[in-house]
T-cell receptor, first 116, second 112 residues
């Protein structure tokens, strides 16, 4: 149990375009989903926290108009990187909470974004 | 600022030995603690959670928590080369939807 999927697993896009990443909890309802970004050889950086049906809470320094998060249901959250630039190239990982344990977060496999 | 501190390593242990990974945290009211394993290029995988003082064992893994000292550790017995990864300590922040505060991770290398 507690499986989280992400789609796509990797994507290449041109500078200035937008990319949508989906995160799904497959066998549990996720009350809260989180979006992280990780650059090579660096630690996870939390970007935002989203609860189903409400606006996402963004961490300091993360542009909410650039990284649009929608948590439309208890099993689906999406992250849209708008007007992507090469510096947005990174490993984007979602996690979901609300499975077997109260605070445990289960991570999706991640999406590697490359902006050319 | 709430912080989670880990030694970055690398921690090098021979195959079959016990690997000991340590973590300290700054927020005294934290209640939930986790260890994640992350292989290079992959996402983190939850391997242990601990909520009460003392030891919790799961197979070759033992998590130890001491809230008075604000210290949590992970022991890996009979270490295998496949255990070579970065181990992330995470602490649930009180309130704020219980987001996790992650340490920078300790890189473990198990050599044959």
């Amino acid at each position: 149990g507690a499986v989280v999927s992400q789609h796509p697993s990797w994507v290449i896009c041109k500078s200035g375009t937008s990319v949508k990443i989906e995160c799904r909890s497959l066998d549990f309802q996720a009350t809260t989903m989180f979006w992280y970004r990780q650059f090579p050889k660096q630690s996870l950086m939390l970007m935002a926290t989203s609860n189903e049906g409400s606006k996402a809470t963004y961490e300091q320094g993360v542009e909410k108009d650039k990284f649009l998060i929608n948590h439309a249901s208890l099993t689906l959250s999406t992250l849209t990187v708008t007007s992507a630039h090469p510096e947005d190239s990174s490993f984007y990982i979602c996690s979901a909470r609300g499975g077997r344990g109260e605070d445990e977060q289960y991570f999706g496999p991640g999406t590697r974004l490359t902006v050319t | 600022q709430k912080e989670v501190e880990q030694n970055s390593g690398p921690l090098s242990v021979p195959e079959g030995a016990i690997a000991s990974l340590n973590c300290t945290y700054s927020d005294r009211v934290s209640q939930s603690f986790f260890w994640y394993r992350q292989y290079s290029g992959k996402s983190p995988e939850l391997i242990m959670s601990i909520y009460s003082n003392g030891d919790k064992e799961d197979g070759r893994f033992t998590a130890q928590l001491n809230k008075a000292s604000q210290y949590v550790s992970l022991l890996i017995r009979d270490s295998q080369p496949s255990d070579s990864a970065t181990y992330l300590c995470a602490v649930a922040a009180w309130g704020g939807y219980n987001k996790l505060i992650f340490g920078a991770g300790t890189r473990l290398a198990v050599h044959p």
